[in-house]
């Protein structure tokens, strides 16, 4: 979990990769074709099937669509906490070049600059308007499922050594 842009996706890969399991983009889905959002029993359902396996790692801030899906399944949370002067520098590199190079993301969508910087639906607004509430709403959401181990990086680096740990572990 953490704000738009942080790296949840990138980083829950390479966790995926470390420890072997399966790696759930939750974005992919989400979002239908034109950005169109899943209707919630039909995402319910893409992401049950997702995570059926014994063992999978996914990305992103869906758990008000799916608290009760993930969270008593769920044995860790890695929580990217960095601050918005590392976030938003971030966000606003991949939205350019996603949008420069119309790289397609899930189901064939691509960003534009004119959503991102001229509409109330850009993510770049998004991040600004949620970054600092969801550092005070995480703790108290965590808390309310005590078998869950949270771990708090709150600097890239922090999630390098993460890395390191989890693929010492998993080397024979």
Do not use: C
Not at 100 to 120: A, D, I, Q, Y
Request: net charge positive.
């Amino acid at each position: 979990m953490g704000t738009s842009g942080s790296g949840k996706t990138t980083l829950a890969r390479a966790i995926a990769d470390a420890i072997d399991a399966p790696h759930v983009e939750l974005d992919a889905l989400f979002h239908g074709p034109n950005w169109t959002p899943a209707e919630p029993e039909v995402f319910r359902g893409r992401v049950l099937a997702a995570t059926a396996g014994e063992r999978w790692v996914s990305d992103g801030n869906y758990s008000t669509h799916l608290a009760d899906v993930f969270w008593p399944r769920a044995e860790m949370v890695v929580w990217l906490d960095y601050p918005f002067r590392v976030v938003f520098p971030r966000l606003l590199g991949r939205t350019l070049r996603r949008a420069w190079k119309r790289e397609v993301l899930w189901n064939g969508n691509t960003e534009s600059l004119r959503e991102h910087f001229f509409t109330k639906q850009s993510l770049l607004l998004w991040a600004f308007n949620t970054h600092w509430r969801h550092r005070r709403e995480y703790p108290a959401r965590f808390a309310r499922y005590p078998h869950i181990a949270v771990v708090r990086l709150e600097r890239p680096r922090d999630a390098e050594r993460l890395l390191a740990q989890l693929r010492a572990l998993a080397s024979p």
